[in-house]
């Protein structure tokens, strides 16, 4: 103010300032419906005046018909779904690129929000189909075997983006509504990036979304989570969601897996075999899956076959034999095909199915252990200036 009580002029280039800081700010993201729980979804609509009832017609026309626009929910108002885009999206995750192998696999680099990027695979077969799912950016665990262990790791996934994986997937299978039979995406196997039971809750969350019966409907012993062995959560998982459980092993002794799989130095082998026995999901009918990389010269022994034996008795189990899929920079090498078939004939002579895995999408990267994105762990400086996290 002047001293007479009269507003001072604002100086021109303080105008231009503020002109130009209103028009690179950028508007607020809306939130997506596709990823909220039950509770999230009635608790959001509740906040914008919706009456419960539209949470049940929101759930059947986002996760049953996985509708892409308000305006396809014919069963609303046109009231309401026109008031629903000022609300939320219905946004999945962005495809980057998307790779289809020669057997048929595809692989997703997708693109989340804040610009990482995450792997997803789906696997065919004749009347059926897995999808992979990462719940992970990165991997803190640091198997040696493993391609996604050479990446840093930059964050646990939402519930969300995990759900957006199987969505995005059913979006280009053209497989909605939720087709009772004959599904392309018939199983879930959480062997993507990362490792789920460090990241149980969204997990958890996603899982429980994917099984609900009123939406995309997956059976729980379709869904498979593969752990490397974080003994604590392990009861938690199949008490929470029941869903068939498997174990990265790889080694039969603790000093290999001490270097194969690092977390076994502070959950060994011998903890890792109990937490399986107690596990409540398991059963003769559900057994408990052990995924073993056969690599050459280092864990593919007929001593290693029948160690491996000892293990597993009175264990309802089978065993994965994996062919190891190379990947650039990796010491190891793959087990030869005599080899395996010694090592399998020892596991299958003991009374334990054990299937040698057909290696799919290897020539896209997209095998197992095959994952990684470009994205990485930014610094404080880097997230404060708003640095893109993808490389």
Known sequence: MCD???????????TLLMNDLTATETPPRLPSLAGMTRDEMAFALLEMGAPGFRAKQLWHWVYYQGARDFADMTTLSKAFRAEL????????????????????????????????????????EKDRGALCVSSQIGCTLNCEFCHTGTQTMVRNLSAGEIVGQ???????????????????????????????????????????????????AISKRRITLSTAGVVPMIRRCGEELGVNLAVSLHAVRDDLRDQLVPINRKYPITELLKACNDYPASSNARRITFEYAMLKGVNDSPADARELVRLLKGLPAKVNLIPFNPWPGTPFECSGKKAIKVFADIVNDAGYSSPVRVTRGQDIMAACGQLKSESRRLK????????????
Not at 87 to 104: I, M, N, V
Not at 172 to 199: A, C, D, H, Q, T
Not at 380 to 391: D, F, H, L, M, Q
């Open 4 to 14: 007479l009580g009269c507003p001072r002029p604002v100086p021109p280039y303080i």
């Open 85 to 124: 885009p000022e609300h939320f999206t219905l946004a999945r995750p962005e495809t980057a690129t998307l790779q289809e192998s020669k057997d048929g696999t595809r692989k997703w680099l997708l693109r989340l929000d804040d610009g990482n990027e995450v792997e997803s695979v789906h696997i065919p």
């Open 166 to 216: 199987v969505m995005l997937a059913r979006d280009v299978l053209g497989e909605w509504p939720s087709p009772k039979e004959g599904r392309l995406l018939s199983n879930i196997v959480m062997m993507g990036m990362g490792e789920p039971l460090y990241n149980f809750d969204n997990v958890a969350a996603a899982i429980k979304i994917i099984m609900d019966h009123e939406g995309i």
């Open 380 to 391: 404080a400086s880097e997230r404060a200036s708003g640095a893109t996290p993808a490389a």
